[in-house]
C-alpha cells in the first residue's frame, strides 16, 4: 500500500520521516511550484534523488548527499501541489545509502536560508555573472566567498558552482545572494541554446 497526499494537508518531510521510520522501500515522486522531484528509499534509507534539471545518477556517496540535499530543500520549499509514495523496489538499490536524518536538517537550513534570497538567486539553473565595480574600492570577503567569486564566469548555472567546490546547489544560493547584494555578483536567468541566424539566400535572376 502507498502513500498520496496535498502538500497543504499532509506535510510531505513528515511523511517522508515517518516512512523511513517504518524502513520502507520504494518512489516518493512530489509535484508543486512547477517542480518535479523524486526519492528512492530502501530499508527506509534514502538511494536515490532528482530534482528538476538535477538528474541521472552520482558518483559516489558524497555526491548523493549533496543531491539529496538538493532535492529535499526543493521540497521543503514547496507549498502547493501532491505526493505520491509507491512501494516497490527501486534503481541503486544495491548503491550507497544514507539515512534521512543525515541530510534533513542542512536541507532545511539551506531552504530557510533561500526563501528570502529567492526573488535575487531563483534556481539552481540560474547564472551568476560578475559586475564591473565601478569604484575601487577595497571588499573584504570570506575564504569561502573568495573561492565562490573565484569560479563566476557567467556560463556555469547556481548548481555547476556549487559542484565545483563540493557544495549543493541549494546551499550556494544565500552565499551567492550575499555577493549580489554587495554588487560583486549578478544574476541572470537560465542559459538557452543560441540559435544561428538563417542564412540569406540570393533570389533568382529573372
Known sequence: MGLQGTLDTLPVLDALE??????????????GGGSRATLSM?????????VDALVGSVADREALVLRLVDVLATIAR?????????LGRVEAANGPRVPLDEVLGRARA????????????????????????????????????LRLVALVDGRRTVA???AALGWSAAETI??????????????????????????????PDP
Open 18 to 31: 515517518a516512512l523511513a521510520r517504518l524502513r520502507r522501500e520504494g518512489l516518493l515522486e512530489v509535484r
Open 42 to 50: 530502501v530499508d527506509g534509507a534514502l538511494v536515490g534523488g532528482e
Open 78 to 86: 514547496l507549498e502547493q501541489g501532491g505526493f505520491d509514495f509507491r
Open 110 to 145: 539551506a531552504a530557510d536560508a533561500w526563501a528570502p534570497v529567492a526573488a535575487t538567486v531563483p534556481g539552481f539553473d540560474a547564472v551568476p555573472h560578475l559586475v564591473d565595480a565601478s569604484e575601487d574600492e577595497p571588499l573584504t570577503v570570506s575564504r569561502s566567498a
Open 160 to 162: 555547476q558552482l556549487g
Open 174 to 203: 544565500a552565499p551567492l545572494a550575499g555577493l549580489v547584494a554587495r554588487g560583486v555578483v549578478g544574476v541572470g536567468a537560465a542559459a538557452s541554446p543560441v540559435r544561428p541566424e538563417p542564412v540569406p539566400v540570393a533570389a
